[in-house]
């Protein structure tokens, strides 16, 4: 069965720094890798998704990369700001691709200080 | 355009009683999916359909669980009779193909007093 685990559970850091988000998972065979990220009292919004062809996608300041073989994932975030405060998770499609059912890990609570 | 919508956004209620939660898909998407959140077992799917088809529903915990989706713009997952241990965030999402990024709703925080 799938795990994916995220470390650190909790992350504070001061507003300009560049951080890295960690993710793991068990089973290699996956499709894809996402990252998701979620506000207080909100839905999750898809930041990030890398095909497990993919060594990495970008979009802003935020990067994400994937070696499936080692299964881990991080989620690189240039400049934070205190926006970027919320909780991040990662998600894994398995290779059958069995009706986009993902299995989760249990995010990351990042907050940026001004 | 509009996101997935879910009804209501929260809803205290006591134990025994029924609940019923709302979700309205985005249109054009051809998955639906329903969520649990909790800060112990964090987020767990429940039940998935496609073309309004349940496909897989072994993450829904007991039969007091029961979703069903009548048509491609509305799903519904009922609870009955509902326990304090139901008390989580459920989350509705939908999209289009089975590999393809989920949009979330904003959720409905159930409290079961």
């Known amino acids: 069965k799938q795990e994916v685990t995220q470390i650190p559970a909790a992350l504070s850091v001061p507003e300009g720094e560049n951080l890295v988000l960690n993710c793991s998972f068990t089973d290699s065979a996956i499709y894809n890798l996402q990252w998701f990220r979620q506000d207080p009292g909100k839905g999750l919004t898809s930041l990030l998704l890398i095909q497990s062809s993919q060594r990495e996608q970008t979009s802003g300041r935020l990067n994400a990369s994937l070696d499936k073989s080692s299964g881990r994932s991080t989620l690189y975030i240039a400049a934070s700001q205190p926006g970027d405060s919320a909780t991040y998770l990662c998600a894994v499609l398995p290779i059958n691709n069995a009706g986009n059912m993902l299995t989760f890990g249990g995010g990351t609570r990042l907050m940026v200080k001004p | 355009d509009a996101g997935v919508i879910q009804s209501p956004r929260h809803e205290v209620t006591e134990m025994g009683q029924e609940v019923t939660l709302r979700c309205k898909p985005i249109?054009?998407?051809?998955?639906l999916f329903w969520y649990r959140q909790t800060m112990m077992r964090g987020l767990e799917l429940l039940i998935y359909?496609?073309?309004?088809?349940?496909?897989?529903d072994s993450g829904m915990p007991e039969d007091r669980f029961s979703a069903k989706m009548p048509n491609a713009s509305f799903s519904t997952l009922k609870i009955q009779p509902s326990e304090p241990r139901d008390s989580a965030v459920y989350f509705c999402a939908s999209s289009f193909g089975g590999s393809q990024p989920q949009h979330f709703g904003d959720g409905t925080r159930l409290s079961i007093l």
């Open positions: 359909f496609n073309n309004n088809v349940p496909i897989d």
């Open positions: 249109s054009g998407h051809d998955y």
